[in-house]
């Protein structure tokens, strides 16, 4: 039988460890180094024969891209049998079409090059939206997972009368089967983004946001602003602290300080990028992905 063993960065080494116990595998770190220009070095050692998984969100993108460039370089010359990435978390997903003259489809191009260096992508929640399927971007095998059941068993482990919000048209997909699966309401607001950290919500449902805790879904926390300001808006209209959930919680700049001062009672995030404070793990989920990959 051919061995299997689980690669991961240093940030990712507590994941990596719990995932290869549940799964018995090998596993061991990929030695990092960022030389003074800012080239990136990485050193792989003793590496065995067989398949490789990769565990990383390639968060921040433009490095932990190119070092898993440089990673699969060095297990292919080294003649391994498949590298397999999991990335719980896959970045430049959202720049899904040329919204203004001239501007590339960073999923397209990101996709296509990914592809070139590993044998399969596994990941959780990716930003599909325009784009519907990860194979229309990606030509080595995708397989996405979601995050929805184990976000419906925080909620109703820790809410009473959810009310699912969403803060934009393309949280609807999500929104809607968390709040089937909660046999809850749900609303979802309009949003138009006007800049990075500009975006303006149009409010709707009042009166179901009124009946209950209410719980604003997205994917994607990134500066924060798209739940901040949803946040506020439910606050404004019904009195009540909202709870905030997102898969993916980047919470670039300031966003923690900006979601603090929106009046939510909670900011609740999935462990796919590692962040101290992180609610839901998605261990689990992965562990029982790989088990029947791993085990036919
Ligand atoms: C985009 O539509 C996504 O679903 C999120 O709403 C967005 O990425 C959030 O970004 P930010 O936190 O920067 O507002």
Redesign the pocket.
């Known amino acids: 039988m051919q061995q299997h063993t689980l690669l991961y960065r240093d940030d990712f080494a507590s994941m990596g460890k719990h995932l290869a116990s549940l799964l018995d595998l090998r596993h061991a770190l990929i030695d990092h180094h960022t030389f003074p220009d800012g080239e990136s070095y990485i050193r792989l050692s003793n590496i065995p024969p067989g398949n490789i998984w990769i565990l990383d969100s390639l968060y921040p993108p433009n490095d932990r891209i190119i070092e898993l460039i440089l990673s699969a370089h060095k297990l292919r010359a080294e003649g391994v049998s498949s590298i397999r990435l999991v990335s719980p978390y896959l970045p430049y997903m959202?720049q899904d079409t040329a919204f203004h003259e001239g501007e590339v489809v960073n999923a397209r191009a990101i996709g296509k090059l990914i592809s070139a260096h590993v044998d399969e992508v596994i990941t959780v929640d990716p930003?599909l939206?325009r784009i519907h399927d990860l194979n229309e971007v990606f030509y080595c095998e995708t397989t996405v997972l979601h995050a929805n059941d184990q976000i419906a068993a925080w909620i109703g482990l820790n809410l009473e009368s959810p009310v699912i919000v969403g803060?934009?048209s393309?949280?609807q997909q999500w929104v809607s089967l968390l709040a089937e699966q909660l046999e809850a309401p749900y609303v979802v607001f309009k949003?138009e983004?006007k800049g990075?950290?500009r975006?303006s919500i149009e409010y709707a449902g009042i009166n179901q946001i009124s009946t209950g805790t209410p719980v604003i879904l997205?994917?994607?926390?990134?500066?924060?602003?798209?739940?901040a300001n949803a946040g506020k808006l439910v606050f404004e209209h019904t009195g009540k602290h909202p709870v905030g959930v997102a898969v993916h919680g980047?919470f670039?700049g300031n966003?923690t300080e900006i979601l603090h001062k929106a009046g939510f009672s909670k900011i609740i995030t999935t462990n796919s990028l590692p962040r101290k404070g992180n609610q839901i793990d998605l261990v689990p989920l992965l562990a029982d992905t790989l088990a029947e990959k791993i085990n036919g």
Not at 218 to 227: A, F, K, N, R, W
Request: no cysteine.
């Open positions: 959202r930003h939206h803060p934009d393309e949280s949003k983004r990075d950290r975006v997205d994917d994607i926390i990134s500066t924060g602003v798209t739940m980047i670039s966003a």
